[in-house]
């Protein structure tokens, strides 16, 4: 990417590791907070990278930035989790230039999600942009290409039924329950963490499984307070976790710790208990799966659910594709364009240059020169001229290096290589 004078980085490169690959013990090992996504953008600011965008869910951990090299990139995803170089590359992809831009429209659009057509993601590119750009590692580059995969997000969704029914994590959750479960309306539900993930979870288990015994449970209890009143649901202390889980039918752990929350000791085996885990890293202990009576359930495992309503969104993937095809092609478009711009610029200053020397020498030889209409007519010439350039370039871009060669040749800008 260096001839598009975009960054000071050589190169465009996205490095991470999904669900595709890594497990979610391996997720977990690389998943970022909130706290730590800042950490790594201001040491990328100190470093000297001017365009980067860092995301972490439950499916994913990836970095889209310039580099001179993608190890720079790695290196400070490892600094700053519990993952080593080694593991990353055991699961990881590095794309580079064209490449990471088509995956990161790929990311956007819901087509490489775990759940096709879970357009979540967006949302949390969105946000990952507004951090970097809040951190000033955000360049002009990441703004249009991030705003590029918006609008292909916006005109799928509009466009097509890739994203029709519910989609997401917290929708497969509550699919899986109403499947599995018998009686689930009269089952004690019980949601330990009320960020994003357990938010949505909330929602769709009031809208789809009719149960009115919903409890919330939140380390910092006026959030749980919040959805609770929106729900009109029950909310208990944090130190009474113990005690409701032994109540509950159904435990739903959607935390952000890094550490497991839910250990055997918490867990009343004589009563049958299904546990579903919707946290990245895992916050349900190792020691709690198999235990006599205990179903533990991963978000890995529910992502894998399929029914009607998915299978049928693979019918509008290729639809996608082509509005993707679309808009990305727009967008290297005007990538192109930007690796014409110093050229053009220098030719615009040069005509302009020939032309006020020009206009000059007129001037003092004819009598009754009108110096401002010759202005108007020669500057119009110039944009002519500059508008058939700037076309020849953007529309031959087979030849494009060859022909910004010649222009500079022949008009001596040898400033603009």
Sequence with gaps: MENYHISRGKHFY??????????????????????????LLQQAKIEGIDGLIVTSTCN??????????PYQLIKLLCQHTHGTVEEFEKVAFVYKNRDAISHMFKVG???????????????QLKLAFIASKKIGVANPFMERLINSVIQASKRIKNETQLSSGATSVSFASVQYILNEVENVTNKNILLFGTGKIGRDTCENLVKHSKNSHITLINRTKNKAEKIAGKFN????????????IRQTDILIVATGAQNPTISKELIYAKKKLLILDLSIPKNVAEDVIG?????????????QMTDATLERRKEFIPQAQEIIKEVEGDFNKWLEMRKFAPTIKA????????????????????????SEQAEIVSNRIIQKIMNHFANHLKDDTNT?????????????LEDSI
């Excluded at 090992?29 to 800042?38: A, C, I, Q, V, Y």
Aim: aromatic content about 8%; glycine content about 6%; overall charge negative.
């Design 400 to 412: 494009s290096d060859e022909s910004l060669e010649l222009i500079q040749k022949v008009f001596q």
């Design 347 to 370: 030719l615009k200053k040069k005509l302009k240059t020939m032309k006020d020397a020009e206009l000059d020498f007129q001037s003092k030889k004819l009598v009754d020169f009108n």
């Design 291 to 303: 235990m006599e009576n205990v179903s533990v359930v991963h978000l890995d495992q529910l992502s």
């Design 109 to 123: 659009t819901g087509l490489d999600s775990q759940i096709l057509g879970d357009f979540e993601i967006i949302s």
């Design 14 to 39: 996205t490095i991470g590791l999904s669900y595709k690959k890594a497990d979610a013990d391996i997720r977990g090992h690389f998943s970022l907070t909130e706290e730590g996504k800042s950490n």
């Design 233 to 244: 649901l029950q909310v208990k202390d944090y130190a009474d976790l113990q005690s409701e």
């Design 60 to 69: 994913r951990t990836e970095l889209y930035g310039f580099a001179q090299h």
